[in-house]
Nanobody, 120 residues
Framework: QVQLVESGGGLVQAGGSLRLSCAASGRIFSIAAMGWYRQAPGKQRELVARVTNTGGTNYADSVKGRFTISRDNAKNTVYLQMNSLKPEDTAVYYC??????????????WGQGTQVTVSS
């Protein structure tokens, strides 16, 4: 009923940049917030950045000043611009959306994940 399709992951050298995109589609009534989480091997999934429908943002301390989250409400799409990447940013990045679908309660939806690998 709802799909979150991610793109933009890949392999990059330390200091490089990547841009992730995530588009939500389906019978969406409203989107309260969209964001990115990541999970490295052997670690818990953690919030990277999140943006609300009013433009409020929050970031993990580890990415502040390097990553920027943005959102195109008309396209139901969220972007994550990642600059000055470090090897410790290596993880699977998951798109998340807090949204409502016609006829069902609002809840979290997740993308399938995209791998980001930063080489030293």
């Amino acid at each position: 009923q709802v799909q979150l399709v991610e793109s933009g992951g890949g392999l990059v050298q330390a200091g490089g940049s990547l841009r992730l995109s995530c588009a939500a589609s389906g019978r969406i009534f409203s989107i309260a917030a969209m964001g990115w989480y990541r999970q490295a091997p052997g670690k818990q999934r953690e919030l990277v950045a999140r943006v609300t429908n009013t433009g409020g943002t929050n970031y993990a301390d580890s990415v502040k000043g390097r990553f920027t989250i943005s959102r195109d409400n008309a396209k139901n799409t969220v972007y994550l611009q990642m600059n000055s990447l470090k090897p410790e940013d290596t993880a699977v990045y998951y798109c998340n959306a807090d949204l409502g679908v016609w006829g069902t309660p609002r809840r979290d939806y997740w993308g399938q994940g995209t791998q980001v690998t930063v080489s030293s």
